[in-house]
């Protein structure tokens, strides 16, 4: 359960890590935010 949970939290690093880069671009073109949260909700349903 240990090295589940460390892949988990890894899975989870990984993820906020695209997601702030996600961010970035989004920001760069101003009015797309409510599609990158659903975008985002629906990935984080995935993992």
Do not use: C, P, V, Y
């Not at 695209?18 to 659903?38: K, R, V």
């Amino acid at each position: 359960m240990r090295h589940q949970r460390a892949t988990n939290q890894e899975t989870i690093g990984k993820f906020s890590q695209i997601t702030h880069l996600l961010m970035g671009i989004n920001t760069g073109f101003g009015n797309n935010d409510g599609a990158l949260w659903n975008e985002r909700r629906q990935l984080l349903g995935a993992i």
